[in-house]
């Protein structure tokens, strides 16, 4: 077994490492460090933590958090296709255009609703 054709990979994983690593340092042992009152407060979805941690939220921002993951991971199928566009044809292209025409009726749906009105 020959060790030189790990070299690049134990490069890679070192530079990687590197980039991860040095600019953390270099912030914590550079950069400002002035805590006051409201950097070190508790800070959780807009609002003072006031009661334990088990207090209900309201059904809304569930309702949006979940709306957004479900159109994000919908619109990111978006990338494959447009890569592979000239491979995949007419066929492909009409397919996504129909995958787009579902996700905008969605889209219309929930906005109808009034899902994604934040009061």
């Given at each position: 077994?020959?060790?030189?054709?790990?070299?690049?990979?134990?490069?890679?994983?070192l530079v990687a490492?590197?980039?991860?690593?040095?600019?953390?340092?270099?912030?914590?042992?550079?950069?400002?460090?002035?805590?006051?009152?409201?950097?070190?407060?508790?800070?959780?979805?807009?609002?003072?933590?006031?009661e334990d941690a088990?207090?209900?939220?309201?059904?809304?921002?569930?309702?949006?958090?979940?709306?957004?993951?479900?159109?994000?991971?919908?619109?990111?199928?978006?990338?494959?296709?447009?890569?592979?566009?000239?491979?995949?044809?007419?066929?492909?292209?009409?397919?996504?255009?129909?995958?787009?025409?579902?996700?905008?009726?969605?889209?219309?749906?929930?906005?109808?609703?009034?899902?994604?009105?934040?009061?």
């Open positions: 077994m020959n060790l030189d054709q790990y070299l690049p990979v134990i490069l890679f994983i490492a590197g980039v991860g690593v040095v600019p953390q340092l270099l912030g914590f042992l550079l950069g400002p460090n002035r805590p006051d009152a409201a950097k070190n407060s508790p800070y959780e979805c807009g609002f003072e933590a006031f088990r207090m209900k939220f309201d059904v809304r921002y569930y309702l949006v958090a979940i709306l957004f993951i479900l159109f994000d991971l919908e619109i990111a199928f978006l990338f494959p296709w447009a890569a592979a566009l000239r491979e995949i044809g007419t066929v492909g292209f009409w397919s996504m255009m129909i995958f787009l025409g579902i996700l905008v009726v969605g889209f219309i749906y929930e906005w109808k609703k009034g899902a994604l009105d934040w009061e």
